[in-house]
């Protein structure tokens, strides 16, 4: 019997290669389990976001003249509110959730009925734009406000009238938000870069604490615990804490932009009051989301938007988190719930008692080879493809059937600039530009002599379109003349010529001006 190789050695598995993409944290996790949609067209920036606090807590936008209220459910707008003569700038909702007050740039607060959308009071005291307004947590009857006159004041609702005018700030007050547990405690911010506290049971509307953010202040909040506030300006966010005596606790700058609004969210659920971790989210024009930890003092989730970010929300339940932009979209992200479907799926199943198990598709099977569109891919499988069906404008079309003369008129009517050169181009290429110029009929010479007159000295066009306006006056003389609709537009065309031609020689003559300048001082 042969003695075993004792030069044999086992050969180790090889070993799985670590991903490159770290795995999600739980946090990261539950911030993405936001699945975000985009609510566009509402024609101008989203200046602020507030939410009802009684539920289903559905959350108000402030955009150009109009107040929406949406359904957190559907997303769908369930009211609008447009009885404002300027840009709407703030709104706040009532503890109850039964009114909404809202503020606009000609200096007028108004009180409305959610309901009905019935205006109830008007405030007019302000002199200037109002940026921000905000009723207490706990407090049904009163409400601050603030704006470019640099006067916060304290609002008996009932009565229409101002209890008192806060005065302090050097410069426009910019936002503010009431304490969580005192309803007589508030804050504001100013583009003077200070943030106050004020106590409206202190008499003569001095300022009980005062703290310097070091750049125009944007946005501030009070966090749940009462004591601590946090202020947004410049690219940085900043933790106070007011009852130590205004001592700054941490500052985040980890946007690269302005940050100009925060909120306060929640990782957890409602009804679990032991888990519930808070966290300051803030948005700024870099286009960046940034949930701040304020208890590890580090930044936990990062999310990024196509467009620069004006506001943010959060909606008490932890099911909806809602972002305005500059340019009208606001995107707005609901929380999928999958642990309610998975307790859900294990009530079902302890109820009924037996195991119910998912037969696997295996493709031996009949119905392996019926499944639709809408299945998802297993790992093993290909994934085939199919091309994207390019959609090309009508004269990109006719100029693949070699219409050329249609190709031309049909772009002339577009009234895109860039697309009339780029069929130029390519009937220049094909040698049929002037053949179509030849065959176009006089009202069809109208729009093409229009188009020249408009776009023939604009600098990155005229290479082609001052040559073609030669050759089109040459070939189209006796058209020219018989027609007086066409002589106008050589007329219009002509003085077009004329100013340019006066630009330029200005030009030159700054040109000989500025020249010995410069030569002289290069000697120097």
Same mark, same amino acid.
């Given at each position: ?15 799985? +290669? !670590? ?36 539920? +289903? ?19 769908? +707008? ?284 295996? +493709? ?72 179509c110029v030849k065959n176009l009929d ?26 073609l306006t030669k050759k089109v006056l ?12 066409? !002589? ?37």
């Open positions: 019997m042969a003695e075993p190789n004792s030069s044999f050695k086992p050969i180790k598995p090889k070993l799985k +290669p !670590k991903p490159r993409n770290p795995k999600q944290t739980p946090e990261s996790k539950y911030w993405s389990s936001f699945k975000t949609h985009q609510i566009p067209d509402l024609i101008s920036s989203i200046t602020s976001l507030t939410f009802s606090p009684s539920p +289903p807590h559905p959350f108000a936008a402030t955009h150009s003249t109009s107040l929406k209220i949406f359904n957190p459910q559907t997303l769908s +707008p369930s009211s609008t509110i447009s009885s404002f003569s300027d840009v709407v700038s703030s709104a706040s909702f009532r503890c109850d959730g039964l009114l909404i007050a809202a503020s606009d740039l000609s200096g007028l607060i108004q009180v409305f009925d959610v309901k009905t959308r019935t205006p109830l009071r008007k405030l007019r005291s302000h002199s200037r734009p109002v940026r921000f307004l905000k009723y207490p947590l706990h407090d049904k009857l009163h409400l601050v406000s603030g704006g470019d006159d640099a006067v916060v004041k304290y609002w008996d609702v009932a009565s229409e009238t101002p209890l008192l005018e806060l005065l302090g700030h050097k410069d426009y007050v910019r936002c503010g938000d009431f304490s969580p547990v005192s309803h007589e405690m508030c804050v504001t911010g100013s583009y003077d870069h200070t943030v106050k506290l004020w106590d409206v049971r202190v008499t003569g509307s001095k300022t009980v604490m005062e703290v310097n953010h070091g750049k125009p202040v944007e946005s501030v909040v009070f966090l749940p615990s009462g004591g601590l506030v946090a202020t947004a300006g410049g690219n940085s966010v900043r933790i106070w804490d007011f009852i130590g005596g205004g001592k700054m606790v941490y500052s985040m700058e980890s946007h690269t932009k302005t940050v100009t609004s925060v909120c306060v969210g929640r990782v957890g659920k409602e009804n679990v009051e032991e888990g519930r971790e808070h966290r300051v989210l803030s948005v700024g024009l870099d286009g960046y989301m940034k949930v701040f930890d304020y208890g590890r003092m580090k930044v936990t989730h990062s999310m990024r938007f196509p467009a620069p970010l004006m506001s943010v929300g959060f909606s008490p339940d932890c099911g909806v988190r809602v972002i305005g932009s500059s340019n009208g979209v606001m995107y707005v992200g609901k929380r999928k719930m999958k642990e309610e479907n998975v307790e859900s799926g294990l009530r079902s199943f302890w109820s009924l008692g037996v195991e119910q198990e998912r037969r696997v598709m295996r +493709p031996s099977y009949f119905r392996y080879f019926h499944r639709g569109q809408g299945e998802k891919p297993k790992e093993g499988d290909y994934l085939v493809m199919g091309p994207k069906k390019v959609k090309l404008a009508e004269h990109d079309k006719l100029l693949k059937k070699f219409r050329h003369k249609e190709a031309l008129v049909s772009v002339l009517g577009n009234k895109n600039p860039e697309n009339v050169v780029a069929v130029m181009e390519e009937l220049v290429a094909r040698r049929k530009l002037l053949k006089n009202e069809e010479l109208g729009s093409l002599l229009m188009f020249l007159q408009k776009y023939c000295t604009v600098p990155r066009f005229s290479g082609l379109l001052m040559g040459e070939m189209r003389v006796e058209d020219i003349r018989a027609s007086e609709a066409l !002589k106008g537009q050589i007329r219009n065309l002509k003085r077009s010529v004329e100013e340019e031609i006066r630009i330029q020689h200005s030009l030159q003559e700054l040109q000989g001006i500025i020249s010995p300048l410069l030569r002289i001082a290069g000697r120097g």
